[in-house]
């Protein structure tokens, strides 16, 4: 008798436990990823993801894109940016995933602008619904740069030779220990000029101009917020604050919005050192030289 009260008593407590466990699980897959790990409850929320410094990789913020545009309770986006620029690839990547959330019609997107936001930050900008920009702000430098070196007299006088084996006429071009062919410099231009034409047909696309009102302003030249705005490049000139009211009227939220950001990894101090200007000072000479065209303000 005693041994079958155990038995039941044990039966009962590992079946409460399931179900505690069970509905916790279905709670967190609800609550969880949807709602960023906040509650349903309470007031409504803007989405800020920080663009900052010289744009070499997109992962995290197309995580954040991801993860914000599936939030149920997070109705608009705000893209803080303050950049010059960068690679090419991961400003393309940025700009794709924004023009999904845009013609989902699901979340609006607004960009901010800080102190300079130009070249590859300006074309992810570009994807947004509206973009408001500092009456200082250094935007626009709508171009393509790839530089390369010659350091052949150098290794002449210090007495070191290069030898290159190779499979392709071209396979070596840009090569820092010789010259530049006519012919070679010639390819590397027509690349150029198609990626420019990308930037071109982008910016295009996401801010309803014309190409050719495009093509007289993208030769690499640089704006003031003030002057962009009258070029049509952005939309209204204001603060973060400012931007933040206009998403609040575009997504129909009464009221102060909750203002939620992406969750920040703990940076050493080495992290937090390349993050900086003099981080920002090593990205731009290493990535002139390592990748290629780029979408960046010299």
């Keep these: 008798m005693k041994k079958n009260a155990v038995i039941r008593f044990l039966t009962l407590a590992v079946g409460l436990a399931l179900f505690v466990f069970i509905t916790v699980f279905i709670l ?23 663009i ?31 950049s010059p620029g960068g690679a090419v690839a991961p400003s393309q990547e940025i700009y794709s995933e924004i023009r999904k959330i845009h013609e989902k019609g699901e979340k609006k997107v607004v960009a901010s602008f800080g102190n300079v936001a130009a070249s590859g930050a300006y074309y992810i900008a570009s994807a947004t619904d509206k973009i408001v920009s500092n009456p200082g702000t250094i935007t626009g430098s709508i171009g393509v740069i790839m530089e390369m070196s010659n350091i052949q007299e150098l290794l002449d006088k210090i007495g070191v030779e290069s030898y290159v084996v190779k499979s392709g006429k071209y396979k070596d071009i840009g090569s820092i220990t010789r010259p530049m062919s006519e012919e070679e410099s010639q390819i590397l ?34 704006f003031s917020g003030r002057q962009a705005l009258g070029l049509g490049l952005v939309d209204k000139l204001g ?6 009211d ?13 203002l939620i950001y992406e969750k920040k990894e703990n940076l050493k101090w080495l992290d937090l050192l390349k993050k900086g200007a003099v981080g920002d000072l090593i990205q731009k000479k290493i990535g002139k030289v390592s990748s290629g065209a780029l979408y960046l303000m010299p």
């Design 28 to 50: 967190s897959s609800i609550l969880g990823k949807k709602d960023h790990g906040m509650a349903a409850l309470g007031r409504e929320k803007i989405a800020v993801i920080e």
């Design 52 to 82: 900052q410094g010289i744009i070499l990789d997109s992962k995290d913020i197309l995580d954040h894109l991801k993860l914000f545009s599936e939030d149920r309770n997070v109705k608009g986006i705000i893209l803080r940016i303050d």
């Design 189 to 222: 231009q027509s690349v150029l000029d198609d990626v420019h034409m990308q930037f071109m047909e982008d910016v295009s696309k996401g801010r309803g101009m014309a190409m050719d009102k495009i093509k007289e302003i993208a030769n690499g030249s640089i």
């Design 239 to 244: 603060s973060f604050q400012d931007a933040v």
């Design 246 to 258: 206009l998403t609040k009227e575009l997504t129909g939220i009464k009221g102060e919005p909750d």
